[in-house]
T-cell receptor
């Protein structure tokens, strides 16, 4: 079974530029999550999708971050404009239905450096 | 609200020694608890999870954890460390549908 795919793996940009990350979840998984992992901290949930609808985006900085999941499969996360504090690893995860007992499976992440 | 506390940021053990990584949680409702491992430049991989069945949970790679409600703890143990166990370990709590992670502990294994 193929795992969660993410691209690119690494990205370096200047502050105020824009950047986009892509995620393809495990086939058949209805729920998709985007996490931000700052160095030395645990992952923090940014947004959760159930199929192509948003379940939770309470911690997404909506003035600069946006995410979409067209057709309920793959997803993109965009930052525009980027700030220095956005430097982090962005992890995508998916689970079967988003039920309480579901296991979340994580992709390898995209490491973003903002200069 | 829910939270996870992982005291310390780094644990070092000798190969063959006991591994003990501590995790304490706070939750207003009965929680589900998880341990994830992250190897360098990789995503998180589930080691084990507690979902209100047996309090002693066995996971992959010889790890296990015991849920102690009275102590609000879910410590991770392995009887004998192997070099390949060197990684970062995250404890997480799930209550009210959201998964909340601790800040992680880096495990080093000395030959």
């Amino acid at each position: 079974e193929a795992g969660v795919a993410q691209s690119p793996r690494y990205k370096i940009i200047e502050k105020r530029q824009s950047v986009a990350f892509w995620c393809n979840p495990i086939s058949g998984h209805a729920t998709l999550y985007w996490y931000q992992q700052i160095l030395g901290q645990g992952p923090k949930l940014l947004i959760q999708f159930q199929n192509n609808g948003v379940v939770d985006d309470s911690q997404l900085p909506k003035d600069r971050f946006s995410a979409e999941r067209l057709k309920g499969v793959d997803s993109t996360l965009k930052i525009q404009p980027a700030k220095l504090e956005d430097s982090a690893v962005y992890l995508c995860a998916s689970s079967l239905e988003g039920a309480f007992v579901d296991t979340q499976y994580f992709g390898p992440g995209t490491r973003l450096t903002v200069l | 609200a829910q939270s996870v506390t992982q005291l310390g940021s780094h644990v070092s053990v000798s190969e063959g020694a006991l591994v003990l990584l501590r995790c304490n949680y706070s939750s207003s409702v009965p929680p589900y608890l998880f341990w994830y491992v992250q190897y360098p430049n990789q995503g998180l991989q589930l080691l084990l999870k507690y979902t209100s069945a047996a309090t002693l949970v066995k996971g992959i790679n010889g790890f296990e954890a015991e849920f102690k409600k009275s102590e609000t703890s879910f410590h991770l143990t392995k009887p004998s460390a192997h070099m390949s166990d060197a990684a970062e370990y995250f404890c997480a709590v799930k209550a009210n549908s959201k998964l909340t992670f601790g800040k992680g502990i880096t495990l080093s294994v000395r030959p």
